[in-house]
T-cell receptor, first 113, second 113 residues
Framework: SQTIHQWPATLVQPVGSPLSLECTVE??????LYWYRQAAGRGLQLLFYSVGIGQISSEVPQNLSASRPQDRQFILSSKKLLLSDSGFYLCAWISQVDVNEQFFGPGTRLTVL | AQSVSQHNHHVILSEAASLELGCNYS??????LFWYVQYPGQHLQLLLK??????LVKGIKGFEAEFIKSKFSFNLRKPSVQWSDTAEYFCAAISYNTDKLIFGTGTRLQVFP
């Protein structure tokens, strides 16, 4: 069966520190992968999505970057965190064959102090 | 640009009242539309989806939504809400032309007994 793993579940980081959030999927191949940020009053904001290894589309210019080194791995990074990077980060995958087949990860709560 | 709008940010109802949450989308081409629910402290869950056919779709927990192409709308309805429906509701859309799943800003529903 298909699953999504995200870690860490929670993270508290100082301003200016680096960030690496990892998302891995199981039970599927060649999925479309997505990073979202959920912040109060802003819903789920699409940050990045990827249709394949090494292919990254950025939706919102900001302090973050994403990489897809393997088919089932999607990484969200930052070199220097800002206070405004605090939020709940959600990874998702959608089947390239059927867009109605979608799964969401458990999320990572990031607090930047 | 592709977008999804939810105009009701916070809705407060008494039990047994009827519910309608608005959702409008701006997309070119064929779209798939979704409603998700997020209960306090829980993951995102798919309530219902529309991809073709009957514009009135029924989902879990007594929810339904109507796709009106001429109005670019996909409103969520429930005839009689319960206290357990207290949650945040998100409308989302994905186009066959792109692979972007975009969410609205969400509607917080509070139901009082």
């Amino acid at each position: 069966s298909q699953t999504i793993h995200q870690w860490p579940a929670t993270l508290v980081q100082p301003v200016g520190s680096p960030l690496s959030l990892e998302c891995t999927v199981e039970g599927t191949s060649n999925p479309n992968l997505y990073w979202y940020r959920q912040a109060a009053g802003r819903g789920l904001q699409l940050l990045f999505y990827s249709v394949g290894i090494g292919q990254i589309s950025s939706e919102v210019p900001q302090n973050l970057s994403a990489s897809r080194p393997q088919d089932r791995q999607f990484i969200l990074s930052s070199k220097k965190l800002l206070l405004s990077d605090s939020g709940f980060y959600l990874c998702a995958w959608i089947s390239q064959v059927d867009v109605n087949e979608q799964f969401f990860g458990p999320g990572t709560r990031l607090t930047v102090l | 640009a592709q977008s999804v709008s939810q105009h009701n940010h916070h809705v407060i109802l008494s039990e047994a009242a009827s519910l309608e949450l608005g959702c409008n989308y701006s997309y070119g081409g064929t779209v798939n539309l979704f409603w998700y629910v997020q209960y306090p402290g829980q993951h995102l869950q798919l309530l219902l989806k529309y991809f073709s056919g009957d514009p009135l779709v029924k989902g879990i927990k007594g929810f339904e939504a109507e796709f009106i192409k001429s109005k670019f709308s996909f409103n969520l309805r429930k005839p009689s809400v319960q206290w357990s429906d207290t949650a945040e509701y998100f409308c989302a859309a994905i186009s066959y032309n792109t692979d972007k799943l975009i969410f609205g800003t969400g509607t917080r529903l509070q139901v009082f007994p």
